[in-house]
């Protein structure tokens, strides 16, 4: 049984690779730019790249394989990726024969949606190891969605389920880059989120975002909302408060459709912690039918995005059957 993996991160925004130890966990990582503009030839030669590297980094080459968790719909064999939000150019790719035609040496090479890939990482290793039941959502340059039900990824029928980033919360509201008008992560996702701060800080001209950015406003990310709301500012706090309002409506739908009560938040996003998760736990109670309000909790996952890569190791780990099993 060999002791390492390699798990990929494929996100829009960055690229991250790690070398993992069955036992130990993360032992080497590495980020690139995705650079996803440039078209997916482009993008997979810098995943090759990524894995490449960090199977140099084990010792004595002993690595059972690489797990790469990718955003858009997986197919049932974990081979294929098909139309990933924010990735320009890209239709139906086989990821696994065009990656391992890239690689230096014969491994296997597994791939499943990046959020399944969260979920099960947060199943072996963080906040999930409390439930065998939860919803995963991840919070990112995206939103994604994992469903681990009694310590299985639930799949759909043709591995493509719980996309909650393109669940409706306002069928006139506007567009996610997958196109579905009103759609969570038009409202959550990354950019989007960024953008309604700019849009509302033309009344807030002694924001403390102003000071953060330089004045540039094009470089507010979360991460300056996430400052700035920590030196009490007004609209900082209220841009975020708005984000966990639209998350609680859209996991009281998913809490509604499933009936599983315990949902772990994770991705870049979720470091806004309980700015956001504050005002979604407040709203999260009016939007489940009133049988299924008992237990209700949303978890922030503490391992932030190292959760992802360590399910993309356990990916490679376990082969294509993968799941959390009996941890």
């Not at 030839?41 to 790469?68: F, L, T, W």
């Not at 990656?99 to 499943?112: A, K, T």
């Not at 975002?209 to 030196?231: C, F, K, M, S």
């Not at 039918?289 to 190791?313: F, K, Y």
Request: charged share 20%; proline share 4%; aromatic share 6%.
């Amino acid at each position: 049984m060999k002791p390492y993996a390699v798990g990929v991160d494929l996100g829009g925004t960055n690229l991250k690779g790690a070398l993992v130890d069955r036992e130990e966990g993360l032992l080497e990582r590495t980020q690139y730019a995705t650079e996803a503009d440039q078209g997916p030839e482009h993008v997979v030669d810098r995943i090759g790249a990524i894995a490449e590297e960090m199977v140099a980094a084990a010792p004595n080459s002993s690595v059972a394989g690489v797990g790469i968790g990718a955003p858009g719909a997986v197919n049932w064999n974990r081979t294929t990726v098909s139309r990933p939000p924010n990735f320009p150019g890209w239709e139906t790719i086989n990821l696994q024969s065009v990656l391992q035609s890239r690689l230096d040496r014969d491994l296997p090479v597994i791939v499943e949606n990046d959020a399944n890939v969260a979920g099960l990482g947060s199943a072996f290793y963080g906040t999930g190891q409390r439930s065998d039941s939860f919803i995963m959502v991840t919070l990112g340059t995206g939103v994604g969605g994992a469903i681990i039900y009694q310590n299985k990824i639930f799949r759909g029928s043709t591995g493509g389920a719980a996309e909650i980033g393109h669940m409706t919360i306002d069928y006139e509201g506007p567009f996610a880059n997958s196109g579905v008008s009103g759609a969570i992560e038009g409202y959550l996702g990354q950019e989007f989120l960024a953008q309604h701060a700019r849009d509302r800080l033309v009344n807030y001209p002694d924001s403390a975002v102003h000071d953060l950015v330089d004045g540039d406003l094009e470089q507010i990310t979360p991460r300056t909302l996430y400052e700035a709301a920590n030196q009490e500012d007004e609209l900082a706090r209220e841009v975020l408060e708005w984000a966990g309002h639209k998350l609680g409506c859209v996991l009281g739908s998913a809490v509604n459709l499933l009936d599983i009560r315990t949902i772990v938040v994770g991705g870049g996003v979720s470091a806004a912690g309980d700015y956001i998760l504050e005002p979604a736990r407040a709203v999260l109670p009016r939007f489940v039918v009133p049988g299924l309000r008992e237990n209700l909790r949303i978890l922030r996952e503490e391992l932030g995005n190292e959760v992802s890569l360590l399910g993309a190791a356990r990916l490679a780990f376990e082969g294509e059957q993968a799941q959390v099993g009996s941890r």
